[in-house]
């Protein structure tokens, strides 16, 4: 299983949006809603930030939204704050029952 | 809240087997309900997913890695292990386990991650 592609980064300044990519095949992103997306700090372990595509878990801000459309899923944080910089996963079942990662992108809060 | 905790060796030498433990709080593994996993991240890279298991001993695997591979779990002292055999250098990186929502095989709880390191 191949990993799912991102952006190696993104940057952008307090306040602003960004969206990060996420693309992957048909056996994957694009055939189950079940693409997930992860903040890890350094050192730290990675944090569910999405689940199924758009869901976030309670206690994470709704500035971080998730989309998808065809092989491709979206993270957008709107109103970037400082501590919102960070590398970022997405992952996604796939058709062998299993799960693949992308390959992460850094953000940087100018 | 569900809590995780990875031990085991942080030094394995090459051609040795890896073995690593998740001992699981605040839930309790043989209840049912999750699936439970092992994620690795190499120093600086990616993540990349090991493989799951269900408490009834059902396995998934990566396929790149299914032959040297081996993930069980003892509900009796609510934790699941991980083999990994005739490691490498390649296979030096932090490990991570994790709890799976079973429905969209999501890691939601993740352990801390422990660092191993395959070195003669």
């Known amino acids: 299983q191949s990993a799912l592609t991102q952006p190696a980064s993104v940057s952008g300044s307090p306040g602003q949006s960004i969206t990060i990519s996420c693309t992957g095949t048909?056996?994957?992103?694009?055939?189950?809603?079940?693409v997930s997306w992860y903040q890890q700090h350094p050192g730290k372990a990675p944090k569910l930030m999405i689940y199924?595509?758009?869901n976030r878990p309670s206690g994470v801000p709704d500035r971080f939204s998730g989309s998808k459309s065809g092989n491709t899923a979206s993270l957008t944080i709107s109103g970037l704050q400082a501590e919102d910089e960070a590398d970022y996963y997405c992952?996604?079942?796939?058709?062998?029952?299993?799960?693949?990662f992308g390959g992460g992108t850094k953000l940087t809060v100018l | 809240q569900v809590q995780l905790q990875e031990s085991g060796p942080g030094l394995v030498k090459p051609s040795q087997t890896l073995s690593l433990t998740c001992t699981v709080s605040?839930?309790?593994?043989?209840?049912?309900?999750?699936?439970w996993s092992w994620i690795r991240q190499h120093p600086g890279k990616g993540l990349e997913w090991i493989g799951y298991?269900?408490?009834?001993?059902?396995?998934y695997y990566n396929p790149s890695l299914k032959s040297r591979v081996t993930i069980s779990v003892d509900t009796s002292k609510n934790q699941f292990s991980l083999k990994l055999s005739s490691v490498t250098a390649a296979d030096t990186a932090v490990y991570y386990c994790?709890?799976?929502?079973?429905?969209?095989?999501?890691?939601?709880?993740w352990g801390q991650g422990t660092l191993v390191t395959v070195s003669s």
């Open positions: 199924e595509v758009s």
């Open positions: 605040g839930g309790s593994i043989s209840s049912g309900g999750y699936y």
């Open positions: 992952s996604s079942y796939t058709s062998s029952s299993t799960v693949v």
């Open positions: 048909s056996s994957d992103v694009g055939g189950y809603n079940y």
């Open positions: 994790a709890r799976v929502e079973p429905t969209t095989v999501t890691p939601d709880y």
């Open positions: 298991i269900y408490y009834s001993g059902s396995t």
